[in-house]
């Protein structure tokens, strides 16, 4: 019986310490910072129609971001952003989209889409930024031109 009981007071206990901790910090919370990211990406001074940016940490943040790039631009949500910090920037552009039009069989689009930037994009990030904490309304700017 007495056994019973220290297992109750150890699971009350833990109970209440997992309520303290989810009180301090607030279940809604987001412990990585997540911040939106939003800008324009070019290539010779035109914009990239088809691509992706990747946000890879240069610290030691817990993870990087990703979007994609239609018609130069590109935005990532708080929700999917990343955390305060230096990131390396990489960028890939494309010549098409790569997507399939509504009821297409895959592979009847042709070749798949190439990549349109110098091998160099391959090997190096395309910039180095800072992410800083932000509003909703007022997101990251990220503007790149790549030659």
């Not at 691509?51 to 929700?79: H, N, V």
């Not at 297409?104 to 798949?112: F, K, L, M, N, V």
Request: hydrophobic letters at 35%; charged letters at 25%.
């Amino acid at each position: 019986m007495r056994t019973a009981l220290r297992a109750m007071g150890s699971i009350s206990l833990a109970a209440l310490g997992l309520a303290l901790v989810l009180a301090g910090t607030g279940c809604g919370s987001d412990p990585f910072q997540r911040q939106p990211v939003q800008g324009n990406v070019k290539f010779g001074g035109k914009p990239i129609q088809y691509g992706t940016i990747r946000l890879e940490p240069a610290e030691k943040q817990p993870a990087g971001a990703s979007g994609s790039i239609r018609d130069g631009k590109f935005k990532i949500e708080r929700s999917a952003g990343v955390g305060p910090g230096k990131y390396k920037v990489w960028v890939q552009a494309f010549d098409k989209s790569g997507e399939l039009a509504p009821g297409a069989a895959p592979g009847s689009e042709g070749a798949p889409p190439k990549d349109i930037l110098p091998p160099k994009y391959l090997n190096e990030p395309a910039a180095e930024i800072t992410i800083t904490k932000v509003g909703d309304d007022k997101p990251n700017e990220v503007n790149l031109d790549l030659k």
